[in-house]
């Protein structure tokens, strides 16, 4: 009797052993697969999902001080007036409780002409604090934050977003300061970063009368011939000119923000991001008319003064 295998055995041994080889050859795969996900929720999403909080965050939360806006108003007074407006001057205002406070001059900055990218302005936040009673209440509080790009010391040819913020220190002034604390890096891997801002411009037009439809009543829709209608539209700008801005549109800071650009992760992929928000407290300036009653008691100051 010889000893050794039939055909059969070997053919049924190939088969078992190639169905092992597929089956731990596609275990692999799915290990790959997962692998490579997780990394680009690492490398990807987590980044771009920080990034986006951040300035939706600071976006929305935007405003200008009052006591800002103010400095401006008497800037627009004074050259009614025919007066240098570089004589008006920058000093603290008192609200309605007669507390004193500093105006900001530049209350939002942005500077793209450079190769360095740099964004700042005012903005408010809320932080969920536990009262007395166990309640969940979301209090205030005011700071300056800064976006800063510059060149990625790790990857050649792209850029890094640095983020700086302070509840303290308001002024624009210390933000430009390379040493400046806190700082730390928001995004990496950035090969383009753009920024657009929208206003609201404002025009008053007569509204014309409409011609009546063939065999129906002309309806009155609320607006007659001759009367004004008040009409807004978006205008749409790159750069920040802040005087120019404020004599055309009475506003310190935009309407609408929005981010776009391209990061790459570490394996040359790209990934394109657009970030679009509104400005909550945008509200272009309107003089207050005074009362009756503040009328009449400017006119008895003026009259004690004269006497």
Not at 235 to 249: G, H
């Amino acid at each position: 009797m010889r000893k050794g295998f039939t055909v059969i055995e070997v053919v049924l041994a190939l088969f078992f052993a190639s169905l092992i080889s597929l089956s731990l050859f596609q275990l692999l795969n799915q290990v790959r697969r997962g692998v490579k996900r997780i990394v680009n929720v690492i490398e990807v999403d987590a980044p771009l999902m920080s990034f986006y909080n951040q300035v939706e965050k600071d976006v929305t939360g935007m405003f200008a001080p009052f006591s800002s806006i103010e400095v401006y108003s008497q800037k627009d007074k004074a050259a009614s007036k025919e007066q240098d407006r570089k004589k008006v001057p920058f000093a603290p205002q008192k609200d309605e409780a007669g507390r004193t406070s500093k105006p900001i001059e530049n209350v939002f900055e942005l500077d793209v002409a450079t190769q360095t990218f740099f964004w700042s302005f005012i903005t408010t936040g809320g932080i969920q604090v536990l009262d007395a009673s166990g309640n969940v209440t979301p209090v205030p509080f005011v700071r300056r934050v800064a976006y800063v790009l510059e060149q990625d010391p790790d990857r050649q040819g792209q850029f890094r977003l640095l983020y700086r913020f302070s509840g303290t220190q308001l002024e624009l002034s210390a933000f430009k300061d390379s040493n400046f604390k806190p700082t730390y890096e928001l995004i990496s891997g950035i090969k383009s970063f753009n920024i657009e801002l929208s206003l609201l411009e404002v025009a008053e037009k007569e509204a014309k009368k409409s011609e009546p439809s063939k065999g129906k009543e002309q309806e009155d829709d609320g607006k007659k011939a001759g009367q004004t209608v008040v009409a807004s539209h978006t205008i749409t700008v790159k750069e920040w000119r802040r005087d120019e801005i404020w004599s055309k549109y009475k506003t310190l800071i935009p309407a609408y923000v929005k981010v776009s650009g391209v990061r790459a992760d570490l394996t040359g992929i790209e990934y394109p991001f657009v970030i679009v928000n509104k400005v909550y407290a945008y509200s272009p300036y309107v003089e207050k008319e005074k009362s009756l009653f503040e009328a009449l008691e400017d006119i008895a100051k003026n009259i004690w003064k004269k006497k």
